[in-house]
């Protein structure tokens, strides 16, 4: 009996070891989905925190101030022969007429000093728009237009409520008297907030309110078209011999290795080899997007050419053994059977090496693309920058004008990537095949 209740107990202590062990590692199991679960909240916190710092500083920049100024365009002027001359119109003095319209809204400010801070109120580039109108229909000469001017990047910062009204004036960039005059403009109607147009059709400035994008989308355009156009057919090619005909050998083993390597290679590092060789040797014009598409097509040749092969290797051995069987050569093969099964895969692998060259800026960097360039680019061998690298050097500008255009133009570039990427996906989805 004794034996028998011994035996007894021996398999319910084995159990409740069982049991206390799987408690524990329940338990375990339990605080490592915890963990993950936490990394991930606080990995999209992050996320969002980044995102709304962007927008809230970037999205004012898509809204300019002006203000309706009555100018009079008198014709002894603009144009004293009355001949229309285009070329007398547009060296006419538009912001002395600018100027004189804005003190007669204010006929009490008669000092020097009060003067220049009124004038003060119109952006320097305001004259060249006015210009533009009364070149577009010289019947405005002679007439007194209610013209709406743009204001300076000091008065947009305050209309937008980027300026602390309740600081001391001395810590202010602008004082209580040109505070009450844009007031006393706000009251009458006279100031009013517009889509910036001017962000997105012209180049950059020093004066935040003129300052755009066009050139370095412009500049970004070019180097990614000439950059897909060389990297591509390179990339598949190479990916194509080495795979499907490429004799596996040392040397072959070889390449393979760099490849690899050249796909964890620093970017700043093409950027030398652009500056030494492109540049140096060849004699390539810098600060053009022939240059920079040189450049990255050899930063991003690694990972088309990665995944290339991997698009090349999923494509099912059988139907290379089916071609071959009814007669087709290796060649005819490749090209009429494997390439379109496999080109959705290489699609989605050069976008994604795209959209890592889109957000480069160290090699470009390199090459001269910091270059400070006002003309939009039309064409691959003029002077330009990239998205990129215009937010580089909006970014070391002191003006609050440029932190708003900084978080804009950083909202653009993601737009962008976010676009590429979601290109792939759906390219992936669409045309991929599951053997």
């Known amino acids: 009996m004794n034996s028998q209740a011994s035996t007894g107990a021996q398999p319910r202590r084995a159990i409740d070891v069982v049991n206390a062990s799987l408690k524990r590692r329940y338990a375990k199991e339990r605080r490592f989905r915890l963990l993950g679960a936490t990394a991930v909240a606080l990995g999209l916190a992050f996320v969002v925190l980044l995102f709304a710092d962007i ?20 014709a002894a002027e603009i144009d004293p022969k009355g001949t229309q001359d285009p070329d007398a119109i547009a060296h006419a003095n538009y912001m002395a007429l600018i100027r004189e319209g804005l003190r007669g809204l204010f006929p009490e400010v008669t000092q020097r000093s009060d003067k220049r801070r009124l004038n003060a109120l119109i952006s320097v580039g305001a004259p060249q728009f006015v210009r ?26 305050l209309v937008k409520g ?24 706000a009251e009458q109607g006279r100031v009013q907030k517009r889509f910036n147009t001017i962000f997105f059709t012209h180049g950059t400035s020093r004066e935040p309110e003129l300052a755009g994008i066009a050139g370095a989308l412009m500049g970004s355009f070019y180097t990614l078209l000439l950059t897909l156009i060389l990297s591509f057919p390179i990339g598949v090619g190479a990916a194509l011999y080495l795979e499907e005909f490429a004799p596996k050998n040392r040397w072959t083993d070889l390449i ?22 492109f540049i140096g040797f060849f004699g390539v014009p ?8 040189m450049v990255l097509t050899l930063m991003t040749l690694p990972t088309v050419i990665i995944s290339s092969r991997a698009a090349l290797k999923s494509v099912p051995p059988s139907i290379r053994e089916a071609a071959l069987g009814v007669g087709a050569s290796p060649l ?15 699609l989605t692998g050069t976008i994604l090496g795209m959209a890592q060259a889109l957000g480069e800026t160290a090699p470009l960097l390199m090459i001269g693309m910091i270059a400070f360039i006002v003309d939009v680019p039309g064409g ?40 590429m990427n979601l290109a792939a996906v759906l390219l992936r989805r669409r045309f991929e095949r599951r053997w």
């Open 55 to 74: 927008i809230g500083k970037g999205y004012t920049a898509f809204q300019q101030t002006y203000i309706q100024i009555p100018v009079t365009l008198s």
């Open 132 to 157: 533009d109108r009364v070149l577009a229909d010289p019947a405005l000469i002679g007439t007194t237009q209610a013209l709406w001017i743009l204001a300076d990047d000091d008065i947009d910062m």
């Open 162 to 185: 980027n300026i602390d009204r309740a600081a001391p004036e001395d810590s202010r960039r602008v004082n209580d008297q040109v505070i009450g005059w844009v007031d006393r403009l």
């Open 256 to 277: 393979e290795v760099n490849i690899n390597n050249l796909a964890a290679v620093p970017s700043i590092v093409f950027g030398l080899l652009g500056l030494a060789v």
């Open 286 to 293: 810098r600060s053009t997007p022939l240059v920079a598409a």
């Open 332 to 346: 005819q093969t490749q090209f009429h059977h494997v390439l379109p099964l496999a080109m959705p895969g290489m």
């Open 380 to 419: 691959f061998t003029d002077s330009a920058t990239v998205l990129p690298v215009q937010i580089f050097l909006w970014a070391d500008s002191p003006e609050r004008g440029f932190v708003e255009r900084t978080s804009a133009a950083i909202m653009v570039l993601l737009a962008f990537l976010f676009l």
